[in-house]
């Protein structure tokens, strides 16, 4: 559905794209994620024609985006990064008029629109005028405009961004749904959401692509610490000393104590499961156990492991 070659975008004396090559197949929901001013936005504007590049080539469903860029544009739906909208236009009638831009004339203009408002869940604001609108219904609002001509390709540029966690969720949710039917290439900060909807993830630094891969590889990539949390009934001291005597344990802290609750974390030697021993252990002591559980790695661990901040 997209592929790109050695693309690189330089604007004067700052190279915001280095080179970069990937592809994104027909069905997939693709995380594009970065620290500010990886490249994303740049990238994705060049995807939808509105950017040219330096060097390289970019295409969208077959269709190079600088000699074919009227084919390009029929095929995507792009959601830029702060939504353009006309603030003193109703939402019903501004939805219409961009079916309308996008080739869509008459009753096909109409039901369109009408989906579209549907889908994005914005019917009871369909008369309201733009501007009056609160964040959460305008990034809906440019959602419903990117699919509003049902384009193979959604392209969407931090379509959270701004949103309160209800709306954040809802925005999810849709997106899912979107996937269903739609190949998807979406720029966000948070992490959480990728993790839940994209199949898979690229990793974009100073420029460069850093990663490519699903969100469950790249987390399995890192050598998760091992740390392990235990929280029992018992005098601590008494604790650490008989954990630490443990062949497989390196050390033993006491974190903190709480109604005769000690809570230790217990870093193993190399990278050993030591949780089946802990369990062991507490019991022959009688130790009463409230918590036992082991450090996981998220794609948050990963994004940062791979950018280096
Ligand atoms: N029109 C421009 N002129 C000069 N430099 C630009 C221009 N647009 C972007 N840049 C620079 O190019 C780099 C990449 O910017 P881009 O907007 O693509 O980053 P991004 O990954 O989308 O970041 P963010 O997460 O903050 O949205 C940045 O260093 C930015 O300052
Ligand atoms: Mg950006």
């Known amino acids: 559905m997209i592929s790109v070659r050695n693309l690189t975008k330089r604007y004067a004396g700052h190279t915001a794209v280095d080179d970069i090559s990937f592809e994104v197949d027909r069905g997939e929901i693709v995380g594009f994620l970065g620290p500010n ?3 994303k936005s740049t990238t994705m504007r060049i995807l939808t024609c509105f950017l040219s590049a330096t060097r390289g080539t970019a295409s969208v469903g077959g269709f190079d985006v600088f000699k074919d860029s009227i ?4 095929r995507i ?13 109703r939402v019903k009638e501004y939805l219409h008029f961009r079916a309308q831009l996008k080739g869509l004339r008459g009753r096909s203009a109409r039901h369109a629109t009408g989906e579209a408002m549907d889908t994005c869940s914005l019917q009871e ?45 809802q925005v999810r949710e849709l997106i899912k749904r979107l996937g269903e039917r739609h190949t998807i290439l979406i720029s966000t900060h948070i992490l959480s959401e990728v993790e839940m909807t994209a199949t898979r993830v ?3 630094d100073k420029g460069q692509i850093k990663a490519s891969d699903t969100p469950q590889n790249l987390i399995r990539r890192l050598h998760s610490s091992g740390t392990v949390h235990l ?22 802290i006491h974190i903190s104590s ?18 089946e021993q802990l369990f062991a252990l507490s019991r022959e002591q009688n130790w009463p156990l409230r918590e036992l559980y082991r450090d996981t790695a998220s794609l948050e661990d990963a994004f940062v492991n791979i950018t280096g901040s």
């Open 37 to 39: 001013g990886a490249g």
């Open 71 to 74: 084919e390009v544009r029929k």
């Open 77 to 89: 739906g792009y959601m830029p990064e702060n939504v353009p909208l006309y603030d003193d236009m």
């Open 125 to 169: 604001v369909r008369r309201k005028m733009i501007g009056t609108l609160s964040k959460g219904y305008r990034q809906r609002v440019g959602l419903a405009d990117a699919l509003v001509n049902k384009p193979d390709l959604l392209i969407l540029d931090e379509p959270t961004n701004g949103l309160d966690p209800n709306q954040i969720r």
């Open 202 to 204: 690229i990793i974009i």
């Open 231 to 252: 929280e029992v009934k018992a005098a601590p001291g008494q604790v650490i000393e008989k954990i630490e005597s443990l062949a497989d344990v390196k050390t033993a």
């Open 258 to 275: 709480a109604q005769d609750w000690a809570s230790i974390d217990i870093h193993p030697c190399s990278n050993v499961d030591i949780r």
